[in-house]
């Protein structure tokens, strides 16, 4: 396998517990073998019998090199957009009330449903480009938009698809809680039941990597989302969940209960519900663009998540009503500058612990034997990430070692 290094950089390792702040090393040198790296230290330190082995070098030109960007909460995959309800809430309307008016959710799955495989590839594949142009590397994308069988398997097999032909790691999650359909409109119950003939099929054609519910008012209840929480884990399958959006529904504890990779959103988590998260080791997922973009007021209790210790990410939450959004360094500016996230938790949120949240412990820091996946940054700091509106200073991606 070939050996590759890269001198002349500062490297920001993520690496927890480091004596500088990022992990930052300010003269560094890398070496990858193959898809992992080999080596992460200060050049000086570098051993001689490894540089000499490196049959490829490469000069960083000062550039700032970080872990690839991890998007941890993403609906990537989904038919026509919703400018009209975007529309609608300007115009004094709530996301509830569009929602039980027929619109939200269920209206993406009118078009999820009539769009074609095809169709629904050449509409995300764009929305994946801006992302992986921003180095994104890891992306989870959720089903949720075909609430029935053919239809999430059509969204899951597109999205296994764009991982397939695209330099980045997908992750699929299924979402088929998510909302209840049109045809089982008043039968929330019996729509679970589909829901849990869909997950074993879904998995069995090795379409899901983790199992999601939306528990909420619109959504479904923590006695219903623990029923696809029971399914998920007797076929060995991790679970996340929507929670604490718009109430507080103790969706968080039930999630803990069940060792969830992450809870998501959580303007409304409880005390009760942060300690539970943190016994759990489950990491709270903060979705900026979705709270900016429906003008919410309640802010994610963050004072609690670093009082009990929860590991903190930060995701796109790019979907069609609450945040159609394609660019992840925009999040970590709205982190800081809505949230109050320092620039160093912004970014630890979309690589060590968005890593954590989707189950992937061999990436989202800089350290010998983990995935080679990192970027160069034209930028002389890491809080430059999070500073610039609008900005977008990536150099070059690194992916599994390969330059993309």
């Known amino acids: 396998m070939t050996l590759q290094l890269w001198t002349h950089c500062r490297a920001a390792t993520l690496q927890p517990g480091a004596a500088q702040a990022y992990g930052l090393i300010d003269d560094a040198a890398l070496v990858s ?16 019998a490894l540089r000499a082995r490196c049959s490829v070098q490469h ?21 026509g957009d919703r400018a009209n309800e975007f529309e609608l809430r300007l115009n004094g309307a709530s996301y509830e009330e569009i929602a039980r008016a027929g619109g939200g959710i269920v209206s993406t799955v009118q078009a999820t449903r009539a769009a074609t495989a095809a169709q629904l ?30 239809h999430e398997r059509k969204a899951l097999s597109v ?21 209840t359909p049109p045809e089982f409109a008043g039968r929330s119950d019996d729509y679970l039941d589909e829901v849990l003939r869909m997950l074993p099929l879904l998995q069995a054609e090795g379409l899901v990597d983790a199992v999601d519910a939306f528990c909420e008012r619109i959504g ?22 929507h929670a604490e959006q718009l109430s507080d529904s103790g969706g968080a504890q039930l999630a803990a209960r069940y060792g ?31 709270f900016y973009f429906l003008r919410e007021t309640k802010l994610p209790p963050v004072a609690l998540l670093r009082e009990h210790q929860v590991p903190i990410a930060i995701a796109t ?69 999070s500073y610039a509106i609008g900005a977008n200073p990536r150099i070059q991606t690194v992916f599994k070692g390969q330059i993309v």
């Open 317 to 385: 939450d790019s979907n069609p009503g609450s945040s159609p959004c394609t660019s992840l360094l925009l999040m970590l500016n709205m982190a800081c500058t809505l949230f109050r996230l320092t620039p160093e938790e912004a970014l630890a949120g979309v690589t060590r612990h968005a890593a954590a949240a989707l189950g992937l412990p061999d990436r989202g820091v800089l350290a010998a034997g983990l995935r080679a996946d990192f970027v160069l940054w034209g930028v002389a700091r890491p809080a430059e990430l």
């Open 159 to 179: 999205a296994r698809a764009l991982g397939r032909g695209n330099p980045v790691t997908v992750r699929t999650t299924f979402l088929g809680a998510h909302a």
């Open 220 to 241: 479904f209840s923590t006695a219903q989302t623990e029923r696809v929480f029971r399914a998920a884990r007797d076929l060995g399958l991790p679970v996340k969940l």
């Open 59 to 79: 000069d960083a030109g000062g550039a700032l090199i970080t872990p690839g960007l991890i998007d941890c909460h993403t609906h990537l995959v989904y038919g």
């Open 121 to 150: 590839t050449e509409q995300a594949q764009p929305r994946l480009a801006r992302l992986m142009a921003e180095g994104v590397t890891t992306i989870e994308i959720k089903s949720g938009y075909g609430l029935a069988l053919e």
């Open 33 to 48: 073998d193959g898809e992992t790296l080999a080596w992460v230290g200060p050049r000086a330190d570098l051993p001689a």
């Open 260 to 290: 969830a990779l992450s809870c998501d959103h959580l303007e409304w988590l409880s005390a009760a519900g942060a300690r539970a998260m943190a016994a759990a080791g489950t990491v709270a997922v903060l979705l900026p663009g979705a």
